[in-house]
């Protein structure tokens, strides 16, 4: 069935597909964490039920959100050994330990205080609590900043020397090889992408309550959130966005050179293409709608700068152009309309519409998932910009996957394919389920199990028969929460 398929390819394919999935999940829970801890400090402050209740909501979605995004990224962690083992060997010691470094802080911090968050409102102390949610926040922007640094030193390579066997090993400083020339641009160009991920989620979700009902406090309270977020760091995304684009340019002027679409060198100002159909063959981008000298206004800030392009780089190292073009291109104009939802929420709350401008409430709806759509064609822009190079200008793709034939990786390709789409389509199945129904007052948490935990054979404790013992466990049958029962 893959025997006349390419083995290499099949790799990739598979590591496109698996990452994508993986990389939907942490863009959500990142900026959801932190939309918690808000949501929690803001009860605690203002002792407001209303703001409970929508922690509450929402916990429940973390929840889910978060077991997929861990579920699928260690699944996507075993192809390095397996489709990807070059590279693991090469990569190990610079790689290696700054992963390691990810779970030792990002990881356990996580785990140690997310049952808390999860079960342990009605355990402990409030500032507890908020303390754990803290922490799971703190914890996901930690395991942002690692795996940012280690895909950054994959594009930007600095701080190590070359081993006898070819192995990447550690030069005199971490500090280089961690902060190195690209990572601090992509960290906050990615945290900032997360927190508007979630904040259009929210938004949308709020703006399909109040189509139903505008009445209702709850979707308005989340919506004016979403909306402020939208309205407020949208624009600071761009800068950093742009930012982003001028360190592309000093550091792999090939990916600029495709994501611009220019082939030809332009010594008197480079035109910024708007659309067009890139065509690698005829070396030409065919019907073009571009600004003149717009590109070499916005990359060197002088519309008569000169800008090379992909006529100075030989034929094997430049990148898939149509790819990148396209991608590129994506992330810009969802970026630029979450920016027209933003700026169309203020002018709707300095009239006091805000939640009376159906329009406005259904362009949010529509724009729910454009973070989720950002992220991916983001990192479809990054990720094959790089090519034909898994790191930059020293390792190639073709040269760091495993030997292993065709038929072995088309079908575990498969079988990622058929479980992914049964697994995780069941759980955006039942977080869109979640999103569905509107908060409410006394809106549950995340409920534990009927049971309880499950405990060591020998140590199950009995329940009790003293009808005075609050802590007794009820026998009825009844699944239901206590407040819910007649």
């Given at each position: 069935m893959f025997d006349q398929l390419d083995a290499l390819l099949l790799a990739r394919i598979q590591f496109a597909f698996t990452v994508s999935f993986h990389f939907i999940f942490p863009a959500f829970s990142i900026g959801l964490a932190s939309f918690l801890a808000v949501l929690e400090g803001l009860w605690l402050k203002t002792g407001k039920q209303l703001y409970l209740d929508l922690f509450k909501y929402w916990l429940k979605i973390f929840a889910i959100a978060f077991a997929m995004g861990v579920v699928s990224g260690i699944v996507m962690s075993y192809q390095f050994g397996t489709n990807w083992s070059v590279f693991s060997d090469v990569t190990g010691p610079v790689l290696g330990p700054l992963m390691a470094y990810e779970v030792l802080t990002a990881f356990f911090l996580e785990a140690g205080f997310l049952g808390v968050m999860l079960f342990g409102m009605e355990r402990v102390g409030r500032k507890l609590h908020f303390a754990a949610t803290l922490m799971v926040a703190v914890g996901t922007t930690i395991s942002a900043f690692w795996i940012l640094s280690v895909n950054s030193w994959m594009q930007t390579p600095v701080g190590f020397e070359m081993g006898a066997n070819g192995q990447f090993l550690p030069g005199p400083s971490w500090w280089t090889i961690v902060f190195n020339p690209s990572f601090p641009y992509r960290l906050v160009h990615t945290v900032l992408a997360a927190f508007l991920t979630t904040a259009f989620v929210v938004g949308g979700v709020g703006a399909w309550h109040l189509l139903k009902d505008r009445g209702n406090l709850h979707a308005r309270k989340m919506f004016s959130m979403a909306m402020w977020m939208a309205a407020l760091v949208v624009p600071v995304q761009i800068v950093a966005g742009d930012m982003h684009g001028l360190n592309t340019l000093e550091h792999q002027p090939q990916k600029v050179m495709a994501m611009e679409g220019h082939y030809q060198s332009h010594p008197d100002g480079a035109p910024l293409i708007l659309f067009g159909i890139p065509d690698s063959e005829a070396r030409e981008v065919r019907y073009a709608i571009e600004i003149p000298k717009a590109s070499s206004l916005i990359l060197k800030h002088d519309p008569d700068a000169p800008l090379a392009g992909l006529d100075t780089i030989p034929l094997d190292e430049q990148p898939p152009v149509g790819i990148v073009f396209w991608s590129f291109r994506i992330m810009v104009g969802l970026g630029f309309a979450m920016l027209g939802v933003g700026l169309?929420?203020?002018?709707?709350?300095?009239?006091?519409?805000?939640?009376?401008?159906?329009?406005?409430?259904?362009?949010?709806?529509?724009?729910?998932?454009?973070?989720?759509?950002?992220?991916?064609?983001g990192w479809i822009t990054t990720e094959v910009g790089r090519q034909p190079y898994v790191v930059y200008n020293l390792l190639r793709t073709a040269d760091a996957a495993s030997p292993l034939d065709a038929p072995a990786v088309g079908a575990s390709l498969l079988a990622f394919v058929v479980v992914y789409f049964f697994v995780f389509g069941a759980g955006v199945w039942y977080i869109l389920h979640l999103m569905h129904k509107s908060p409410h007052p006394g809106e549950f948490g995340v409920k534990r199990g009927d049971k309880g935990p499950i405990r060591t054979a020998g140590i199950t404790p009995g329940p009790t028969q003293d009808p005075t013992d609050g802590s007794r466990r009820d026998l009825s049958g009844d699944k239901r929460e206590p407040e819910e029962r007649p």
């Open positions: 169309w929420s203020l002018l709707a709350r300095w009239r006091g519409k805000l939640y009376d401008w159906p329009w406005l409430h259904r362009a949010a709806l529509v724009m729910a998932p454009s973070g989720f759509v950002a992220v991916i064609a």
